[in-house]
């Protein structure tokens, strides 16, 4: 099988602003209103509307379909012994056309237990523009002052209890389960995360969104804020999360090898087979394959690697998206 160029795969009518810098990253026009989201190789559906957000490919069957009638064929035979036909991994886009809401997502035990999920939601970001971000408490909460904030809707005061972090171009930034995030206005980033699309909420005022309803994945807030982390995070703590100006380098901190891969790279490297998404940062890029054939890849261009298109070379400045090692 040969690398695949996917075109954007945006889930309509999303409840936050954004999909501008998005279009103007792949080169594309007309972007439609609240599609602030690229769900790039997606086997993973937004939460209760599958198909949405799955990717499609040329010949029309869903991406999933097709690795789990050949999974060997897709992600190689030491991933499917470890992990079957899961490909352990979701990329994105992702352009906030306005602040998102204070959030945090489960780790894998809480979201096995109590929704039924085959994983967590870590989470990691690629800053593409630069901005503000939101991450982690300032000072410890019990679980009756973090309720408190959601039902009142207090989020001003939460936000000042959280690190505000500038970040730049080129920068990383892991966020683990639980941890309370929000990302600043402005702000382009690609994303690698676990393939779950699991939030819990504790904004929803000035978004499109019933929180009350929506905000606790099913299972009533209580219990679901049992999953966020109400303990303090130093600033050092903080960094530990960041990898500042990425270059020619794995752009995570070791915490987040369990759960996926992201390696920047600025000149050229190569890869081992194996599943992975490409996206160009500055074109040209060329993707050169073990058999001598080559594609020369634009700004903007997501590419799908499959296990059988073998080990390739990455030349010029690119993020290459892979699931954990077996």
């Known amino acids: 099988m040969k690398p695949i160029m996917l075109p954007a795969n945006q889930p309509p009518a999303r409840f936050y602003q954004g999909g501008e ?28 509307r599958a198909p949405i957000g799955m990717t499609r490919l040329e010949d029309g069957r869903l991406l999933s379909d097709a690795i789990t009638s050949e999974p060997l064929t897709w992600l ?29 997502h489960p780790d894998g035990d809480f979201a096995a237990s109590h929704v039924a999920a085959g994983h967590g939601k870590a989470e990691a970001w690629y800053i593409l523009s630069p901005g503000t971000v939101y991450l982690s408490l300032t000072q410890d909460l019990t679980a009756e002052e973090l309720l408190r904030f959601v039902e009142n809707q207090d989020i001003s005061t939460l936000l000042s209890l959280m690190h505000e972090v500038t970040v730049d171009v080129g920068d990383c930034v892991f966020v683990p389960h639980g941890v309370l995030h929000a990302i600043g206005p402005g702000i382009l980033l690609a994303e690698v995360q676990e393939p779950e699309d699991l939030s819990i909420l504790l904004e929803w005022e000035g978004f499109d969104l019933d929180g009350p309803k929506d905000g606790h994945l099913d299972i009533g807030f209580e219990l679901a804020l049992s999953a966020v982390e109400a303990t303090a995070r130093s600033h050092a703590n903080i960094e530990s999360l960041i990898r500042r100006g990425v270059v020619d380098a794995n752009a995570l901190p ?25 996206i160009a940062l500055d074109g040209p890029v060329h993707l050169i394959m073990n058999n001598g054939e080559q594609q020369e890849l634009a700004r903007g261009t997501t590419t799908l690697i499959p296990y059988t298109a073998g080990d390739y070379r990455v030349e010029g400045s690119a993020l290459i998206a892979r699931p954990p090692l077996p």
Do not use: C
């Open 254 to 278: 070791e915490e987040a090898s369990p759960f996926f891969r992201l390696d920047k790279v600025n000149t050229h490297q190569t890869f081992p087979a194996g599943f992975a998404i490409l």
């Open 76 to 104: 190689g035979e030491d991933h499917v012994a470890r992990y079957g036909d899961d490909v352990m991994l979701l990329v994105k886009l992702l352009d906030a056309g306005q602040r998102l809401p204070v959030h945090a």
């Open 21 to 48: 810098r998005i279009a103007d990253f792949r080169g594309d026009k007309d972007p439609q209103p609240n599609t602030p989201e690229d769900w790039v190789g997606s086997t993973t559906s937004v939460r209760g």
